[in-house]
């Protein structure tokens, strides 16, 4: 079975685009894996006004 030039270039295509895009989800996947679990900032609603000033 023969490769043509194209298909050789296309299948390198393919691993460099697996090679860059997998550790890019993986930071992106733990990025928000991280923001789920970091405290909520309390709504503005709980904090008093400053109205007497």
Do not use: E, N
Not at 28 to 36: E, M, P
Request: without cysteine; glycine residues 6%; proline residues 9%.
């Amino acid at each position: 079975m023969g490769y043509t030039r194209h298909d050789l270039w296309r299948r390198s295509a393919m691993r460099i685009f697996k090679a860059l895009l997998l550790p890019f989800l993986l930071i992106l996947s733990l990025i928000g894996v991280d923001k789920l679990h970091a405290p909520r900032p309390a709504p503005l609603a709980a904090f008093p006004s400053m109205q007497g000033r």
